[in-house]
C-alpha cells in the first residue's frame, strides 16, 4: 500500500515536500518513482530512485530544481519529493509508485511500475 501526502497550493517560485509512506511488502527492494498527470494530458514521470544504492533520475523539466529521496525503514519506506522554485506548469495530480523489476530503459514508463499511491494534487499559482 502507498499513500501519498503533501500537495497543495503555492505560489511560483515556492517550494512543497512531497511524502509517500509504502508498506506491506518488501519495498525497500522496489524502485520507486513520482510520476505526474495534468488535466487532458497522460501520465508523466517525475523522478525515481533505485532500490539498491540509490541513483536518482529526473525528468529534464524538474532538473536542479526536485530533489527526490527515500528511508528504507524497518516496516515502511518512505519515498520524498522535495520541489523547489516550483512553476505553474508543475501543477498536476502527483502519484508515488513501486516497482519491483523496473529496468533503467524502463524508469519513464508508468506500466514498469507494479504499486500505484493514490494521488496528491499540487497547483502553483502565477
Known amino acids: 500500500q502507498l499513500q501519498a501526502s503533501g500537495g497543495g497550493l503555492v505560489q511560483a517560485g515556492g517550494s512543497l515536500r512531497l511524502s509517500c509512506a509504502a508498506s506491506?511488502?518488501?519495498?525497500?527492494?522496489?524502485?520507486m518513482g513520482w510520476f505526474r498527470q495534468a488535466p487532458g494530458k497522460e501520465r508523466e514521470f517525475v523522478a525515481a530512485i533505485r532500490r539498491s544504492v540509490g541513483t536518482t533520475y529526473y525528468t529534464d523539466s524538474v532538473k536542479g530544481r526536485f530533489t527526490i529521496s527515500r528511508d528504507n525503514a524497518k516496516n515502511t519506506v518512505y519515498l520524498y519529493l522535495q520541489m523547489n522554485s516550483l512553476k505553474p506548469e508543475d501543477s498536476a495530480v502527483y502519484y508515488c509508485?513501486?516497482?519491483?523489476?523496473?529496468?533503467?530503459?524502463?524508469?519513464?514508463?508508468?506500466?514498469?511500475?507494479?504499486?500505484w499511491g493514490q494521488g496528491t494534487q499540487v497547483t502553483v499559482s502565477s
Open positions: 509508485a513501486a516497482g519491483s523489476s523496473v529496468i533503467i530503459s524502463s524508469l519513464t514508463i508508468p506500466r514498469a511500475y507494479d504499486y
Open positions: 506491506g511488502r518488501t519495498f525497500s527492494t522496489y524502485t
